[in-house]
Nanobody
Framework: VQLQASGGGLVQAGDSLKLSCTAS????????MAWFRQAPGKEREFVSS????????YYADSVKGRFSISKRKGASTAYLQMDNLKSEDTAVYFC?????????????????WGQGTLVTVSS
């Protein structure tokens, strides 16, 4: 299974972006998915995750109220709607597929990782 992340770009503070992550096979339709990010010089951090049918979601405190993750039941694509972007959101965003149907905040729960898409927010 390969993951293709897209939707990154250069925006101004306060703007919105929507990231997409699509798995090459329908394996991900029964799995949770997540977004992590890594800013320059920093460690990878959890952003948001969703379970297999979209019914359970988790968010990092830093993005609560601004970001929204979604995944339809039976689909192999997850989305991350990012509103009111801030300069501190600048990072490479990675999507991942969980080992099971759950959502999780822990990177160890995810077995397949995409190549990342760059989000740059200018202030």
């Amino acid at each position: 299974v390969q993951l293709q992340a897209s939707g990154g770009g250069l925006v101004q503070a306060g703007d919105s972006l929507k990231l997409s992550c699509t798995a090459s096979r329908r394996t991900a339709s029964n799995n949770g998915m997540a977004w992590f990010r890594q800013a320059p010089g920093k460690e990878r951090e959890f952003v948001s995750s969703v379970n297999w049918d979209g019914g359970t979601t988790y968010y990092a405190d830093s993005v609560k109220g601004r970001f929204s993750i979604s995944k339809r039941k039976g689909a192999s694509t997850a989305y991350l709607q990012m509103d009111n972007l801030k300069s501190e959101d600048t990072a490479v965003y990675f999507c991942a597929v969980a080992r099971g149907a759950w959502a999780s905040t822990q990177a160890s729960a995810f077995q397949i990782w995409g190549q990342g898409t760059l989000v740059t927010v200018s202030s």
